[in-house]
């Protein structure tokens, strides 16, 4: 799937919900799976970590949708490598 394909997805799914909830309550929420994320990272839970992972990206996604942001687009930054120096792996000190 792409990324376009997966913010569209999501705000079929979503985004009325989350447009009632708002930028802040949405934005208190994926806080929060970013902390589910990072207790399934310190205790290696690779299957947790998954969907974790995907829950951060889906309100990542419905954040940017709220925002008017394409994140295909927004994420073109980094095509070219490191945004600053331009290499690949990135060489800046």
């Known amino acids: 799937m792409e990324i376009?394909?997966?913010?569209?997805?999501?705000?079929?799914?979503y985004f009325e919900k989350d447009s009632e909830r708002g930028l802040e309550g949405s934005f208190r929420w994926f806080v929060e799976e970013v902390g589910e994320l990072?207790?399934?990272?310190?205790?290696?839970?690779?299957?947790?970590?998954?969907?974790?992972?995907?829950?951060v990206f889906a309100w990542l996604s419905t954040m940017a949708s709220m925002c008017e942001v394409e994140l295909e687009e927004a994420v073109g930054k980094y095509s070219g490598g490191c945004?600053?120096?331009?290499?690949?792996?990135c060489r800046c000190e």
């Open 4 to 13: 376009r394909e997966f913010q569209r997805l999501i705000e079929e799914v």
């Open 83 to 89: 945004p600053k120096c331009g290499q690949a792996p």
């Open 38 to 55: 990072a207790r399934a990272m310190r205790e290696g839970d690779r299957e947790q970590m998954g969907e974790e992972f995907a829950d």
